[in-house]
């Protein structure tokens, strides 16, 4: 594993960029917003302070070269993120986590963000990529299939929904599946 931490990712329209304290009202567009946050916190900010304090552990962890976390910008907006959390430094496995503001959603934008990713994650040496979502937010699997993985299973008590712990179905690509992918 070489790991880089979060540099820049340029796709056809989107960049990936590190978060600063100045995306914080961005943020809170999103982390205050019960939809936007229903499948991911266990409740939505309840002011900015929250959505600061937040931000400031994020900004500060890009010290570590294994932090990965991206701010989606689109059309010079912030309007999400993508990040690779979960790691295992024995099986070079990493998950990926996303959210976009409402007004993007079916946009092909979370597929196009997690596609690029997924590449910057096997280009450093990691041999699998995983994600895996609540059974009630089926887009997010879209987001998995479309971006290369596949099915893996229903994880039993796998995950949290607004801090009740429930089912997840989960995805993956490896590295073999990932290269016959791209040929
Ligand atoms: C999940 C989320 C990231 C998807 O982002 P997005 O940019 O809209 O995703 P994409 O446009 O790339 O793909 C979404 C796909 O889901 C499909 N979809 C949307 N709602 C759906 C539904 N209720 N059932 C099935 N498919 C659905 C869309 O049609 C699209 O597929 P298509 O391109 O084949 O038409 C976005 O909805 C979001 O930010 N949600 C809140 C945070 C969240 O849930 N994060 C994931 C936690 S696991």
Redesign the pocket.
Known sequence: MHHIGTQTIKTDRLILRRLTMDDLNDKYE?TGSS??????MKEPHHNIAEAKSELQQEVDSYIHDDFYMWGIVYHGELI?YICGNEINEEIKSICI??????A???????????KAVIDYFFDIGFNRVF????PL???????ML??GMTFEGRIKGG?MLAGEICD?LQYSIVRSEWKKYHN
């Open positions: 999103w939809e936007n946050s229903k499948f991911i999400g986590g996303y959210c976009i503001k409402k993007y959603w079916n946009q092909n934008i979370t597929t196009e963000a997690t994600s895996y979502h609540n937010n089926p887009a997010s699997g879209k987001v479309k971006s995950s997840c």
